[in-house]
Structures are given as C-alpha cells and as structure tokens.
C-alpha cells in the first residue's frame, strides 16, 4: 500500500516556463541584479559573475552535493569586488528574475487535497538552482503549502537527485519501508533517485514526448496518479 507521494517541484507541481540550463539568461538577471541594487557592473564584472554562475551550474558540471547560496553570492561578491553586506539584495534580485513567472499547474490543489482526505503522506524532494534559499524555493508553493506534511528541498537534505538520501529521509521519518512511497517528478534524475531509494516511480509527461526513463509508471497529469494509487490500495 502507498501511504506517502513526494513531488519534485519545478515542471510537476509548479511552470516556471524558463529553460532547464539558465546559462543564457545570466546576464540579464545579473543586469537586473546591478539595477535593482544599485550597483555597477563592468564588463569584467558580468564576465566574472557568469564564471561563477557556470562554475555551479548543474546542467554544465552535475554535483551530487549541495552548495549553498552564501557559497556562490560569496564568489560573485568577491570576483567582482562589491560589498558583502549586499549579498541578501543580491540574491533576492537574482533569484526573482527566475520566479517571476511561477505558477502552480491547474490540478495540484485538487489532488494534494485527495491524497490528504486518504491519509496519504504529502512530501516534495527538489534540487534547488545555485544554492536557492528555502524562503525562495518554497515560496513557490505557499498557496499548497498546507497539504505537505514534509517541503524538503535539496538544502535541507545536503545532496541532489539522483542521490536516494531524501527519500530515505522521509521514509526513516515515516517509519516506513521506501517499497511504499511514491517518488512523481519529470526529469530522469528523478526517476534514477525513486530507483535508488527502492521508491515507486512516477513520471510526469505534460508534453507527450517520449521519455523512456526506466519509470515504473507515466502520467501526463497528476489526476492520474490518483488512479495508480488505488490500483495499490487493491492488493
């Protein structure tokens, strides 16, 4: 029987309708970053800061363990000499330039209220972008908040997906065996992290393209997961 679902975040719960790789987009959410803070930026600076921005970007160099935010604002500060006290107004800058679109798909309410009403644990698991802080990350989901019982990212965790530690967080808190949760995200790493903590996996396709990613199960919505969940609940 399934008695908790973890989500991964951005593209299953939440558009944020900017591509995976923000490399292109540096330089004007760093542009915005200097206006918003008053500050200026040369053109060694912006080269810099992108040098940075590369250096810890996941798409480019995958890492298995987090880097917080301080760690890379902190590279920034210090390759293009501002002030450290601006490294809040940095990263509040910064991080909303790529928030500024979210919007949490259309089903999500109704079905975390479903999973609530069958007692079924409610939890995300997400790799935040360049260290994000939680306050950031999480506030993309405050209007569904209330219906997850466990909103971890990768902060809180330590280490990206595919690492299975999350799931095995969760499960050890749950004192549950992993066999009974189900992991719903849309990428591979997502998949391969349901599969290395022994967790039911659920692939979320909106776009019909095909993804063979070793999924247990797909899904283009996530009404659907409503019915895998009861396919369990008959054995």
């Known amino acids: 029987m399934i008695r908790a679902v973890v989500f991964d975040i951005g593209e299953t719960l939440v558009r944020y309708n900017k591509p995976l790789n923000w490399s292109k987009l540096y330089r004007p959410a760093l542009r915005k970053m200097a206006d918003d803070c008053n500050i200026k930026f040369s053109e060694n600076d912006y080269e810099n800061a992108i040098l940075v921005l590369k250096k810890y970007n996941t798409r480019i160099n995958p890492r298995e363990q987090e880097v917080s935010s301080d760690t890379i604002f902190n590279e920034i ?56 802080d939680n306050k950031y990350a999480l506030k993309d989901i405050a209007l569904i908040i209330k219906y997850i019982q466990y909103p971890y990212t990768s902060n809180d965790i330590g280490y990206r997906k595919p690492n299975a530690k999350g799931l095995q967080l969760i499960a050890n808190q749950l004192e549950l065996d992993t066999k009974n949760i189900i992991f719903v995200g849309d990428e591979m790493k997502d998949i391969q992290c349901a599969e290395n903590a022994g967790a039911v996996s659920v692939l979320i ?20 997961l409503l019915g895998i969940i009861n396919t369990f609940e008959k054995f």
């Open 77 to 132: 500060i210090e390759f293009t000499n501002q002030d450290i006290s601006k490294i809040g107004e940095f990263k509040d800058s910064f991080y909303s330039f790529f928030r500024n679109d979210a919007v949490i798909f259309p089903e999500v309410e109704d079905t975390l209220r479903e999973l609530n009403a069958k007692r079924i644990v409610v939890g995300t698991l997400t790799d935040v972008a360049y260290g994000m």
């Open 205 to 224: 396709n909106r776009n019909n393209e095909k993804k063979n990613f070793g999924q247990d199960y797909e899904i283009s919505n996530l009404y659907e």
